[in-house]
């Protein structure tokens, strides 16, 4: 009997340990997603602003709004 309960305690801990790295993985991934967006955001921004031809600044004020 002693044993089976310390099999259960332990697979709950295993289970709750696994839990949290997932969150944690789960977490890093929005965050790199996020980070992502933002650096090709820039990117975009950088290119257009770079082009002499065009006057992006004045037809296309939306993309310099920083989200």
């Known amino acids: 009997m002693e044993e089976s309960i310390k099999k259960i305690r332990k697979r709950k801990k295993n289970i709750r340990l696994a839990t949290d790295v997932n969150r944690r993985h789960a977490d890093m991934?929005?965050?790199?997603?996020?980070?992502?967006?933002?650096r090709s955001h820039i990117q975009v921004v950088s290119e257009l602003v770079d082009n002499q031809n065009i006057?992006?600044?004045?037809?296309m004020p939306?993309?310099?709004?920083?989200?």
């Open 29 to 38: 991934i929005r965050t790199e997603s996020n980070a992502r967006k933002r």
């Open 55 to 59: 006057d992006y600044k004045k037809h």
């Open 62 to 67: 939306f993309l310099f709004i920083h989200k």
